[in-house]
């Protein structure tokens, strides 16, 4: 079986539909915040640390499902990904103390990688031709952004409805839904001889001695560390931090009554322009230098970052840093997951990109984590957001030794 010429065939838009289940539900853990804090008395380092350990538990299966994607097959990995994920939400609406919402959170990160990039991205690649595989992968983190539209929004309006318990049970109905749309997903092996003939130890090892390999591990941990910070805390940071929304005025006018509802609109917002901006990246991933592309996103980030900190916090504001972040939002993990394919092959991608997504998942730990810490000690989120600004422009830098070209076993037929 060979690659689909096409660049939408039947495994991208199964895969995009299962990353767009995925991060819906994932984006949505910020707007969960307060409503579980004030239920219990928590502080806002306990339920942060919670999702802070989500991330480290993606991170740590993500290489573990990738790997187990390649020798067992891509949909016995998302079957199992999408049992855990739900059995993870399912328990925590059972959950009353802080250390049982962070035990579970273990499950639901698992779960994550499971339905997430490293098996998905991995699968969408070797199914894609050479020519569109650029775009094929951009294509699918979109979708990724897409779950993002609408996840944040959805938790906020079922939380008026029901009470957050609830809701839980009815994201773990649909990440289990994804499984229905498995059999359409078959992708073949794409491989040279060499990649074929070589184990994946000897390629982890070859990996762990290339320089490149390691700038690039350290270069995704700012990425992990800002997505996951903002997700976490934007709604909480915009809900008490926001100025007033003014009756009359246009968000007002269009039921955007409440800080709370702006923060939730915030993360969606973010998700809607990443979709175009992650395109945009996979088709300059395809006619430009990865790594340069990579550095220029980071340099951009950093740059938001600080000017809207600096800025009063206002609704206009907040609208225009969501609309800007969300170009520069996940249009890294194409062009990442893109430069590891280039550079090592498409064998064993999904195991390689998990070990780099680990330090991805590294940063949002501490991202989460600190943001909620932080808060506590200091009543507010101005260092930790300078320490993202911080580690933004470290990733720009340590991206340009990055050596852009294959490896010559990789090419070996």
């Known amino acids: 079986m060979t690659p689909s010429p096409r660049l939408l065939n039947p495994v991208l838009l199964v895969g995009c539909a299962i990353i767009l289940v995925s991060f819906a539900v994932r984006a949505s853990f910020g707007v969960f915040q307060i409503p579980i804090a004030e239920e219990f008395a928590w502080a806002r380092?306990?339920?942060?640390?919670?999702?802070?350990?989500?991330?480290?538990?993606?991170?740590i299966g993500q290489p573990l499902f990738g790997a187990f994607a390649e020798r067992l097959g891509d949909r016995k990995a998302i079957i199992l990904g999408a049992v855990i994920y739900a059995a993870g939400l399912v328990l925590s609406s059972f959950a009353v103390t802080p250390a049982a919402?962070?035990?579970?959170?273990?499950?639901?990160?698992?779960?994550?990688?499971?339905?997430?990039?490293?098996v998905i991205l991995a699968v969408v690649g070797r199914a894609s031709s050479d020519e569109n595989r650029s775009m094929a992968l951009a294509v699918t983190t979109a979708a990724g952004s897409a779950g993002q539209v609408f996840g944040a929004p959805l938790a906020e309006w079922l939380l008026t409805q029901m009470p957050w318990q609830s809701v839980f049970v009815v994201f773990s109905v649909m990440i289990l839904s994804v499984i229905l749309l498995l059999p359409f997903m078959r992708a073949p092996v794409t491989a040279t001889k060499s990649d074929l003939e070589e184990s994946l130890g000897q390629i982890l090892v070859r990996a762990g001695k290339?320089?490149?390999?390691?700038?690039?591990?350290?270069?995704?941990?700012?990425c992990g560390y800002?997505?996951?910070?903002?997700?976490?805390?934007?709604?909480?940071?915009?809900?008490e931090m926001c100025g007033p929304i003014l009756p009359g005025g246009v968000l007002h006018n269009i039921g955007i009554t409440t800080t709370s509802a702006l923060g939730a609109v915030a993360i969606s917002l973010v998700g809607l322009a990443n979709i175009a901006g992650t395109l945009t990246a996979g088709w300059l991933g395809k006619r430009y230098t990865k790594k340069y592309l990579l550095a220029g996103i980071y340099t951009l980030r950093t740059i938001v970052a600080a000017a809207f900190i600096?800025?009063?916090?206002?609704?206009?504001?907040?609208?225009?840093?969501?609309?800007?972040?969300g170009g520069l939002w996940l249009a890294t993990v194409p062009l990442t997951s893109g430069l590891i394919a280039h550079i090592y092959g498409l064998r064993y991608m999904g195991t390689l990109y998990g070990i780099v997504f680990f330090s991805h998942q590294l940063?949002?730990?501490l991202g989460v984590w600190l943001g909620g810490r932080m808060y506590d000690v200091y009543g507010d989120y101005n260092l930790v957001w300078w320490i993202g600004v911080g580690v933004g422009a470290f990733s720009a830098i340590v991206h340009l030794p990055v050596k852009e070209k294959r490896d010559p076993v990789a090419l070996a037929a």
């Open 45 to 59: 380092a306990d339920f942060s640390l919670a999702i802070a350990i989500q991330n480290l538990a993606w991170g």
């Open 101 to 118: 919402h962070q035990l579970l959170e273990i499950l639901v990160g698992f779960g994550i990688a499971g339905t997430g990039f490293g």
């Open 210 to 222: 290339d320089p490149s390999f390691a700038l690039i591990f350290l270069g995704f941990f700012s």
């Open 226 to 239: 800002q997505l996951a910070f903002i997700t976490a805390h934007f709604p909480a940071f915009v809900t």
């Open 310 to 325: 600096m800025m009063p916090i206002t609704p206009a504001s907040v609208l225009i840093f969501s609309v800007a972040m």
């Open 363 to 365: 940063g949002g730990f």
